[in-house]
Every structure is written in structure tokens, then in C-alpha cells.
Nanobody, 122 residues
């Protein structure tokens, strides 16, 4: 199985940028589709972005044009570049691995990291 560890979260002003990293151990990130999901207390976890085995990328409508997901197989890592951040992007961000589905619902993912907090101030 794969272990995932996120980093790069923090506090940023609206309009700013952050880059989240998800480093995998135990298996190659290329063996999975990797997704980024986020959750606000009291709300359901929601899909943000994903990258498939072949490198195809998928985005939620709310982040299209602002967020970019990428993968570095040599570093066994996946990244989420977040630009033009908004207060409504504030959440705990998780990376997750899925054997069979790309950009699926949160329940389809097989493995999750522990999450990293992103806070966007207005």
C-alpha cells in the first residue's frame, strides 16, 4: 500500500499563491490516480483536482484556471499549485490515491494523507 504525506499549507492573503506537495512512500505515485480534495468543518469533503496514470488532469469548476495539478515521478510526488486564492478556498487539503477511478468522489479513494491546512484571509 502507499503512504501519502502532504505539506505546503499555511496562511495567505486573498489573491496569493501556495504550492501543496504530496509525497508518496511504499508505492509509486504512477500506480494510482492521485486526487486533491478539501474539507471545511461541518461540510462534506469535496473534489478539487486529480491527475491520472497517463497525466491527464481534472479540476472542479470552482478552481479551473486557478489551480494546477502536476506529478514528478522521479520524486514520487504530486503537487497542487494554487493561484489567485480566495477566502472560500480555506480548508484542509488532502491528497488521495485511487487504484481504479480518476477524479472520483471522495469515497472512491483508497488511501488518504493526513491533510494540510490552507487559510486564505480577506
Amino acid at each position: 500500500q502507499v503512504q501519502l504525506e502532504e505539506s505546503g499549507g499555511g496562511l495567505v492573503q486573498a489573491g496569493g499563491s501556495l504550492r501543496l506537495s504530496c509525497v508518496a512512500s511504499g508505492r509509486s505515485v504512477g500506480d494510482y490516480s492521485i486526487g486533491w480534495l478539501r474539507q471545511v468543518p461541518g461540510k462534506e469533503r469535496e473534489f478539487v483536482a486529480a491527475i491520472s496514470w497517463g497525466g491527464g488532469t481534472y479540476y472542479a469548476d470552482s478552481v479551473k484556471g486557478r489551480f494546477t495539478v502536476s506529478r514528478d515521478n522521479a520524486k514520487n510526488a504530486v503537487y497542487l499549485q494554487m493561484n489567485s486564492l480566495r477566502p472560500e478556498d480555506t480548508a484542509v487539503y488532502y491528497c488521495a490515491a485511487d487504484y481504479q477511478t480518476v477524479a472520483g468522489t471522495p469515497s472512491t479513494y483508497d488511501y488518504y494523507g493526513q491533510g494540510t491546512q490552507v487559510t486564505v484571509s480577506s
